[in-house]
């Protein structure tokens, strides 16, 4: 298999994972919200145009002009399928590295907390994940007070295997996973 840039999403679920435009990707970097909601209509949220949001566009936008061939893998609108409604973000950091790791990231509106799209966003990253023969191992990094996603990805067999700085996040714990189901 390889990644391609058409909804993510698992068999049975209502949420889909949507691929951004890359001109949409680049107007959102650029904190244009009325060329990205053109670009791509039914997608954006004032939460996903909002600040929180806000650097990691900017980031992601820069990140595919240097390497273009993360586009696909990258961050994506989660999106209810049930209602067509944005609920948030999932997506991988970029491609898989040398070691054959991949990032995991995900952000769920505060508005559609609770309600089980985090869990479904993992589930999806972790299918995509697993079909990909050259990834090896999954990575997420979560701030040691963010108890909501330390009790999620717990239970999906990520071990902590240190800790990073991050120049926007702060302190992060770095959990690590098979990305092959064990036998």
């Not at 840039?5 to 691929?19: F, T, V």
């Not at 209810?80 to 769920?108: C, K, Q, W």
């Not at 985090?118 to 040691?144: C, F, G, K, N, Q």
Request: glycine share 8%; proline share 6%; hydrophobic share 40%.
């Amino acid at each position: 298999m390889t990644v391609t840039e058409l909804p993510w999403a698992l068999d049975g679920c209502s949420l889909q994972l949507i691929h951004v435009p890359s001109l949409a990707l680049h107007a959102l970097g650029e904190d244009n919200a009325a060329l990205a909601m053109e670009l791509a209509p039914n997608l954006l949220t004032p939460y996903l145009l909002g600040e929180e949001c806000q650097g990691l566009w900017r980031y992601r936008s820069k990140q595919i002009a240097e390497n273009p061939l993360d586009s696909a893998w990258i961050t994506r609108i989660a999106v209810d399928a049930r209602t067509s409604a944005p609920v948030g973000l999932a997506g991988f950091h970029g491609r898989p590295d040398a070691r054959g790791m991949v990032e995991i990231g995900y952000r769920i509106d505060p508005g559609f907390r609770r309600q089980g799209h985090a869990r479904t966003a993992l589930e999806i990253l972790l299918d995509i994940a697993s079909r990909e023969s050259e990834v090896h191992v999954v990575r997420a990094t979560v701030s040691p007070d963010n108890a909501a996603s330390r009790n999620l990805i717990s239970q999906y067999g990520f071990n902590e295997v240190g800790e990073q700085w991050d120049e926007e996040d702060g302190l992060e714990t770095i959990f690590e996973v098979s990305a092959s189901p064990e036998p």
